[in-house]
C-alpha cells in the first residue's frame, strides 16, 4: 500500500514537473525561436525587395474612380489618366516577403508566405491562395496569438479606424481597421475574395485557446494598388447590362 | 533504475542500445506531445476546414 502510495506520488510529481515544462517551453521557449527567426529576416528581408523589384509589372489599367477618396462625391476631370494595377512576383514557401506596422499595439512583424506549422513559428504568414498584401482582393495573414512570440497578442485591442501597414517590394500599403468579429475555426468565408483591396488578419480566440478566430478586416487606404483598388470596386464592364 | 537495466535481454552493448533506442523515442514522443499540446493553447490562427 505504501509503495503504492509512494509511486503515485512520484508520478504526479513527474507529471507535473512535466507540464510546467511544457508551459515553460510553449509561453517563453518559443518566444526566442521567433524572436531568431524575425532578426534573421529583418536582415535579409531589404534583399528580398531590391531582387523582387526588377520583376514588378503592370498587368491592368481601368477607367480611374468618378469619386475621390475621402472628399464629398463628385467626378474627377474627363483628362484623368487610367488607374494602374501593379503586381509583385508570388513570395517562395516559407520566405519573408514584407514587414507590417500596427502603431495602435506598437507591433512590427516581418511576414512570411505561408501558413503550415514551420512558417508560422518563424511569424505571422500569409496564406497562398489568397491576394499578396497590397493587392486587389483579400490578403490573408495568420498569426499566433500567445506562443511562438505571440505576434498577434494584442490583437483584440485594435478599433474600426486603426491603421495598419505593410511593406513589400511593391511599396507601403497602408489599411484601416473595418471591422472585428469571433468566428469559428472554420469560417473559410472570412478568406473569401472581395472586390477593393482589404488585409484580413486571424488568430486564436481567446488567448491561450484555439476554440475560436478572432478576425481584423482593414481596406487599402494608400498605396501603390490604392487608385486601381478604388476603381475596380466600382468598375462595371461596358458589356455588362 | 539499476534492476532494470539488468532485466533487458543480451550482452552489456545490446542493453546499453536498447536504452539509447528508448529514450530517442521517449524524446520524439515528448516532442510530438508538446506539439500536439501546444495546438490546444494556439494553433496559429488558420482558418479553414481542417482547422
Known amino acids: ?46 534583399d528580398h525587395f531590391v531582387a523582387a523589384q526588377e520583376e514588378i509589372e503592370v498587368v491592368d489599367t481601368l477607367p480611374p474612380p468618378t469619386v475621390e477618396p475621402g472628399t464629398p462625391e463628385g467626378p474627377l476631370p474627363e483628362d484623368e489618366p487610367p488607374v494602374v494595377h501593379y503586381s509583385e512576383p508570388i513570395p517562395e514557401a516559407g520566405l519573408a516577403f514584407g514587414v507590417m506596422t500596427i502603431p495602435r499595439i506598437d507591433t512590427e512583424l516581418v511576414l512570411f508566405e505561408g501558413v503550415d506549422r ?7 504568414g500569409h496564406m497562398p491562395w489568397t491576394a499578396l498584401p497590397g493587392q486587389p482582393g483579400n490578403a490573408v495573414v495568420s498569426g499566433h496569438r500567445t506562443t511562438y512570440g ?15 501597414s505593410v511593406e513589400t517590394a511593391l511599396g507601403i500599403h497602408t489599411y484601416v481597421v473595418r471591422d472585428a468579429l469571433i ?16 488585409l484580413t488578419l486571424t488568430t486564436c480566440n481567446p488567448k491561450f485557446s484555439a476554440r475560436e478566430r478572432l478576425i481584423i478586416s482593414a481596406e487599402l487606404v494608400d498605396g501603390p494598388n490604392f487608385a ?14 | 533504475m539499476r534492476r532494470l ?14 536504452v539509447f533506442v528508448a529514450l530517442a523515442a521517449a524524446l520524439v514522443a515528448f516532442f510530438f ?19
Not at chain 1, 509561453?27 to 529583418?42: E, H, I, K, P
Not at chain 1, 483584440?156 to 486603426?162: A, C, K, T
Not at chain 2, 537495466?5 to 536498447?18: E, K
Not at chain 2, 494556439?42 to 476546414?49: A, I
Open chain 1, 118 to 124: 514551420a512558417t508560422l513559428k518563424k511569424g505571422p
Open chain 2, 5 to 18: 537495466f539488468a532485466r533487458l535481454p543480451g550482452p552489456l552493448p545490446v542493453r546499453v542500445l536498447i
Open chain 1, 150 to 164: 505571440a505576434p498577434f497578442f494584442d490583437l483584440d485591442l485594435l478599433e474600426p479606424g486603426d491603421e495598419i
Open chain 1, 183 to 198: 468566428v469559428a475555426p472554420t469560417a473559410v468565408e472570412v478568406t473569401d475574395p472581395k472586390r477593393g483591396a482589404w
Open chain 1, 1 to 46: 500500500m505504501t509503495r503504492t502510495l509512494k509511486a503515485t506520488g512520484w508520478i504526479m510529481i513527474g507529471l507535473g514537473v512535466l507540464i510546467l515544462v511544457f508551459l515553460g517551453y510553449q509561453l517563453v521557449g518559443t518566444n526566442f525561436l521567433t524572436a531568431r527567426s524575425q532578426d534573421l529576416a529583418q536582415q535579409t528581408i531589404e
Open chain 2, 33 to 51: 506531445l508538446f506539439e500536439w499540446a501546444g495546438d490546444l493553447l494556439d494553433s496559429g490562427g488558420v482558418v479553414g476546414p481542417g482547422q
Open chain 1, 228 to 241: 486601381y483598388a478604388l476603381a475596380e470596386k466600382e468598375f462595371v464592364p461596358a458589356d455588362a447590362s
